[in-house]
């Protein structure tokens, strides 16, 4: 399997982790949309949304919670910030790992795209 993520989760491709927890890491989008743009994954190589199964509700519980952390460390916890999941490529899912964008640091329009 040639995921970038698990590459990353498992140390054999470098990336600066800014948070790290049981089941998750977090790092920034190396193509930044906002200011602040962190990914948070999951350390188990999940595709996407949609195989998700009700197994995985801690795992979802302690990305959110993950993120906001991060936000606050970021300094944009007070002043808002976008939680997404992309699910498939017409979404804009570019890899096939399942990740939380967390994006902030500007003012984010609505709808996004």
């Known amino acids: 399997m040639d995921c970038i ?3 990353i989760v498992n140390g054999s491709l470098p990336t600066e982790l800014i948070y790290e927890g049981d089941q998750i890491v977090a ?6 949309q906002a200011p602040t743009h962190v990914l948070i994954v999951p350390r188990e190589h999940i595709e996407s949304v949609a195989a998700l199964g009700e197994a995985h509700t801690p795992l979802l519980g302690e990305m959110f919670l993950a993120a906001q952390e991060i936000a606050q460390q970021e300094g944009i916890g007070e002043t808002g910030y976008r939680l997404v999941f992309n699910c498939g490529r017409a979404a804009g899912q570019s890899v096939d790992h399942l990740h939380l964008h967390l994006l902030g640091g500007r003012k984010l ?3 996004p795209g």
């Open 27 to 32: 790092f920034r989008d190396i193509t930044p």
């Open 5 to 7: 993520f698990c590459g």
């Open 109 to 111: 329009g609505w709808p």
